[in-house]
């Protein structure tokens, strides 16, 4: 896990600053990078964790990613989280009615 031993102060800095790094250049970041945000993501639900930054972040990324980067990524952590379909299914719900709501 990437944030076990870290104190909660500093993830909600470093997630803040991703989130304004990604809201400021949202087309420099790939499959990669959008990846490993859907992990964290997984990561702290599955650890129980409560990190609102993590859910306001992927809320940033359902609606300025472009579809073309983030249905891939989807995709890719469907494919790679075998046996965490339902945290997947959690994400692609946020995802989607985040998109949905960016777009109207």
């Known amino acids: 896990m990437v944030f076990?031993?870290?104190?909660?102060?500093?993830?909600d800095d470093a997630l803040k600053t991703?989130?304004?790094l990604f809201s400021t250049i949202?087309?420099?970041w790939g499959?990669?990078?959008?990846?490993?945000?859907?992990?964290?993501?997984?990561?702290?639900?599955e650890?129980?964790?409560?990190?609102?930054?993590?859910?306001?972040f992927v809320k940033t990324v359902a609606k300025k990613a472009p579809a073309s980067v983030l249905l891939?990524?989807?995709?890719?952590?469907?494919?790679?989280?075998?046996?965490n379909y339902e945290g997947v299914c959690?994400?692609?719900?946020?995802?989607v009615c985040c998109r949905i709501d960016a777009d109207e």
């Open 4 to 11: 076990t031993g870290l104190a909660k102060s500093v993830l």
């Open 18 to 20: 991703l989130q304004a």
């Open 26 to 28: 949202p087309t420099f």
């Open 31 to 45: 499959n990669i990078e959008l990846g490993n945000v859907i992990q964290l993501h997984l990561d702290c639900r």
């Open 47 to 56: 650890s129980g964790s409560s990190l609102d930054n993590v859910a306001a």
């Open 72 to 83: 891939p990524t989807l995709f890719d952590a469907w494919a790679s989280n075998t046996g």
């Open 90 to 95: 959690v994400i692609l719900d946020t995802l």
